[in-house]
């Protein structure tokens, strides 16, 4: 029943905000600006997105060491993939973190709660690298640069509360920082290729991309469907742009990730089916 209820809760938030999209953008103008994207920097923004998930991967490894849970790192790329499979392609049933957790605790015989505070730290420390840049971003854009303090405050804040809620995992706070500095910016970089694809130039494309980064975050959508959009749409608006573009670029970015997220389909059951338990002993890192 919950699992049901999620999804109509997702399902109706996208309903509304294509009803908002629908109502507020000319079709046509944006069907003609998807359908000349050079191919070429499309091809782009993919490696690029799909190495931040490389990335990532590796950052989840950082933070899995306190508990000797380490796979070799192409296991944890693919267990990555079925995770980004999960989130977007079943957003009623295992999420990606669940299957994180059920796989790495089956598989090494860690407790659930100390692999919970690990993908709690992953997720985190990916929050604060978006805020950092956006923040950053948006005292680039309009040279108030009181914006960039707030984001090395916020860098610094992720530390100071990893190490001080999470003593375990003291020592890999810094280090999982500095990767997901540079996963958001490898994301960043394959936004960037979208912008060429779609001839679109500006600082404020990246920051409103970054901030609709953090609003894909909600729970309530489907892979970021619909949130990116909006803030595209209410942001180009605001600042008295052209919002197509800027919804084009939300909806390849889309694309690009549920293109690389199929790469875990096979992936999935697999993990969820644990052959063997392994000894609490260290295994290779990164």
Not at 8 to 30: E, Q, S, T
């Amino acid at each position: 029943m919950w699992a049901a209820a999620r999804i109509l809760v997702r399902l109706l938030f996208l309903a509304g905000a294509l009803a908002l999209l629908l109502g507020a953008l000319d079709l046509d103008v944006l069907g003609r600006e998807l359908a000349q994207a050079s191919s070429l920097w499309l091809g782009a923004a993919l490696l690029l997105f799909n190495g931040s998930q490389a990335l990532s991967a590796v950052r989840l490894q950082v933070l899995l060491r306190p508990l000797q849970a380490l796979p070799p790192i192409g296991e944890q790329l693919r267990l990555y993939y079925a995770g980004m499979f999960c989130n977007l392609y079943l957003p009623g049933g295992i999420g990606g973190d669940g299957l994180k957790a059920y796989w790495l605790g089956r598989r090494f015989s860690v407790g659930l709660g100390a692999l919970i505070r690990a993908l709690v730290l992953d997720r985190a420390a990916g929050l604060a690298a978006l805020g950092a840049l956006a923040l950053g971003l948006a005292a680039l854009w309009n040279g108030a640069w009181a914006w960039a303090a707030a984001g090395a405050g916020a860098l610094l804040l992720y530390p100071a509360l990893a190490n001080g809620l999470f003593p375990r995992f003291r020592g890999t706070a810094l280090p999982a920082l500095g990767i997901s500095l540079g996963v958001q910016v490898l994301q960043g970089a394959s936004a960037w290729a979208l912008m060429q694809a779609l001839g679109l130039e500006g600082t404020l494309y990246l920051l409103l991309f970054y901030l609709s980064a953090i609003a894909a975050l909600a729970p309530v959508t489907i892979g970021g469907l619909g949130a990116r959009e909006l803030v595209f749409l209410y942001g180009l608006t605001w600042t008295g742009h052209p919002p197509g573009g800027g919804v084009a670029l939300g909806l390849l970015f889309f694309a690009v990730t549920g293109i690389s997220a199929l790469a875990g389909w096979p992936l999935v059951g697999r993990f969820l089916r644990v052959e063997h338990r392994a000894d609490p002993a260290p295994h290779r890192g990164p």
